[in-house]
């Protein structure tokens, strides 16, 4: 009798935080690089960037530690639970800023407490960080950000990341990476959509006068990275994610006029003080309304931050990482899915 060949079976994922542009990315190319994969959304999120694809739904309420535990005993793959999780799960624009501890950290912790309640903790834990969790670089002599960057963060947000981060840093036998992504953008992502929405319009809106380099992951890029570090085997380290190099203001726009098919748009630098006052005035709008602003007080740091560049040598020796699209090919692809998008409406 022949041998039957043995089928490793393959390894299983559950995303958290599926539902939204980068959690669609993470499924679409988790089922293509060969895991199975269950996607962890909330009742109300909206899940059509997942509704094509082979995942399986686990609804989740964050608010309840004990619905988290019935949930992950009832929709595990087998008693020890998945083998990679990627927590995608994140807020990064509140009505109330205590919502940044409550999403961005309490959130993670409850989760963690309940996958090791349940004997569930997986061969990797992929938290999704963000380079604001680090605060802002040197603006005098523009030294890159590296992974030996002693955090400071300057927002809520910031802060919510880093307490996270160093929560998971406290659990002993729980084998956590951490990626500290800078500006994510590509199809479906709404704020530098903004930014290109109003270049199509010929303004480009830059903030303040002096010198800013500018640093951008393609979402692709981003979500092949985190499968690449489950692949190398890393743990417990954290990671700068960003293209290796920078780009100004100017070569942003002139990258997005190209791609819009050559079209002009008229470069206005606003003064800190007027986009501190805007940031402000969208803040109380919004919190009158009950409905979280995109421009705050919170975002008006991070706008003020002269310094994104970063080092990322760390991925590039640990896992190999290479990002394939530089800005240029970024911008081409999601100008081309906003373009599409326009003229279906």
């Known amino acids: 009798m022949s041998q039957q060949p043995s089928i490793t079976p393959r390894p299983t994922l559950l995303i958290i935080g599926a539902g939204g542009f980068i959690g669609g990315f993470i499924a679409k190319?988790?089922?293509?690089?060969?895991?199975?994969?269950?996607?962890?959304v909330r009742e109300t999120t909206s899940t059509r960037y997942l509704d094509e694809l082979p995942v399986e739904l686990v609804t989740f309420d964050y608010d309840n530690p004990d619905q988290l535990r019935e949930a992950l005993m009832e929709n595990a793959p087998s008693d020890r639970g998945w083998d990679y999780i990627i927590w995608n799960l994140g807020a990064?624009?509140?009505?109330?800023?205590?919502?940044?501890?409550?999403?961005?950290?309490?959130?993670?912790?409850?989760?963690?407490?309940?996958?090791?309640?349940?004997?569930?903790?997986?061969?990797?834990?992929?938290?999704?960080?963000?380079?604001?969790?680090?605060g802002p670089a040197d603006e005098k002599d523009y030294t890159p950000i590296t992974s030996r960057t002693i955090p400071n963060p300057n927002t809520r947000y910031g802060l919510s990341k880093i307490k996270a981060e160093?929560?998971?840093?406290?659990?002993?036998?729980?084998?956590?990476?951490i990626f500290r992504a800078t500006g994510v953008y590509g199809p479906h992502e709404k704020d530098y959509l903004m930014m290109i929405k109003s270049i199509d319009r010929h303004i480009d809106v830059?903030?303040?006068?002096?010198?800013?380099?500018?640093?951008?992951?393609?979402?692709?890029?981003?979500?092949?990275?985190?499968?690449?570090?489950?692949?190398?085997?890393?743990?417990?380290?954290?990671?700068?994610?960003?293209?290796?190099?920078?780009?100004s203001q100017k070569e942003f726009r002139q990258i997005v006029l190209k791609h819009l098919g050559g079209k002009w748009a008229l470069p206005l630098k606003l003064p800190m003080w007027a986009v501190y006052l805007a940031s402000f005035g969208a803040e109380m709008w919004g919190?009158?309304?009950?409905?979280?602003?995109?421009?705050?007080?919170?975002?008006?740091?991070?706008?003020?931050?002269?310094?994104?560049?970063?080092?990322?040598?760390?991925?590039?020796?640990?896992?190999?990482?290479?990002?394939?699209?530089?800005?240029?090919?970024?911008?081409?692809?999601?100008?081309?899915?906003?373009?599409?998008?326009?003229?279906?409406?």
């Open 29 to 40: 190319i988790g089922v293509e690089r060969g895991y199975n994969v269950w996607a962890g």
């Open 92 to 134: 990064t624009k509140c009505g109330n800023f205590q919502d940044f501890n409550r999403i961005n950290y309490l959130y993670l912790r409850d989760f963690c407490q309940a996958l090791i309640s349940c004997g569930m903790v997986p061969k990797r834990f992929l938290f999704m960080s963000s380079l604001s969790a680090l």
């Open 166 to 177: 160093t929560y998971l840093e406290t659990l002993p036998d729980f084998p956590w990476i």
């Open 206 to 247: 830059g903030m303040g006068y002096r010198k800013q380099l500018l640093t951008f992951i393609y979402v692709e890029d981003l979500v092949n990275a985190m499968f690449d570090a489950f692949k190398a085997g890393v743990e417990k380290k954290k990671y700068i994610i960003s293209e290796p190099r920078s780009y």
């Open 287 to 345: 919190k009158a309304r009950l409905q979280p602003s995109t421009l705050n007080r919170d975002k008006f740091k991070i706008m003020k931050q002269r310094n994104w560049s970063c080092d990322v040598s760390d991925a590039q020796r640990d896992f190999g990482f290479n990002p394939q699209f530089d800005l240029d090919r970024g911008i081409a692809a999601t100008v081309a899915a906003y373009k599409e998008s326009k003229s279906h409406h």
